[in-house]
């Protein structure tokens, strides 16, 4: 029978434990957008961490598995951010312009993350040295979008399209706000992206073979 003390102990451990945890997926983050996924090393992590290797390996096998940890982090944030919409939409327009502007306040106010997910993107698309575990957070972000998108794009719509039309957007806005993080304040890519946004819709309507159901800007 374990006893209250040693309870006590095992709470506080894991405890640390976690904390510990914390600090280096904060570390990882960092160095993750500071070097990219590639070129950062696990010594860069422990050293912004100010931890040991060893003790990273007790919590991460590699990079990669942190990496991993961290984009399932953002993906769940960035979902949350998608369901969460004051106006119900009621057109296509209305749903595509929402997840635009969830996006590009995730992209300003949660900077880091979204470089993450870009890099973790890159290597999804090009196989390298990523697991199963990275791309299952991808396909949920998109499966959400789907989910949101299906009741404006009529039932006679091959879910194929509803497919290619959630990875428009996931394209749209992952190539734009990477090429903005080159060059571009934030200021900047606000009124850099309105020009698009009304362009973008349409020639996502057309794709599915039909027009916006109002021009009202996005």
């Known amino acids: 029978m374990v006893s209250h003390t040693e309870n006590l102990v095992r ?54 598995e942190v990496a991993t940890n961290l984009v399932g982090f953002a993906i769940d944030e960035l979902v949350l951010r998608l369901r969460k919409n004051e106006k119900q939409p009621t057109t296509l327009t209305d749903v595509l312009g929402h997840l635009l502007d969830a996006h590009y306040h995730f992209f300003v106010e949660e900077n880091e993350k979204f470089m993450l997910l870009f890099q973790g993107r890159l290597l999804v698309k090009m196989e390298r040295r990523i697991s199963e575990q990275m791309e299952q957070p991808y396909n949920r972000y998109l499966e959400e979008m789907e989910h949101m998108l299906s ?36 200021g900047e890519v606000e009124s850099s992206i309105q020009p698009l946004r009304q362009s973008f819709v349409r020639s996502l309507s057309s794709f599915l073979g039909h027009l916006p159901e109002h021009k009202g800007s996005l």
């Open 11 to 64: 709470t506080r451990s894991d405890k640390r434990a976690e904390r510990t945890r914390k600090k280096l997926e904060l570390a990882a983050l960092e160095v993750f957008t500071e070097y990219g996924l590639d070129a950062a090393t696990i010594e860069d992590i422990t050293q912004r961490a100010d931890l040991g290797k060893g003790t990273f390996y007790r919590h991460f096998k590699d990079k990669y």
């Open 151 to 186: 009741p404006f794009v009529g039932e006679k719509i091959d879910p194929m399209k509803i497919r290619r039309l959630a990875g428009a957007v996931a394209g749209f806005v992952f190539g734009f706000f990477s090429f903005a993080m080159i060059g571009m304040e934030f």
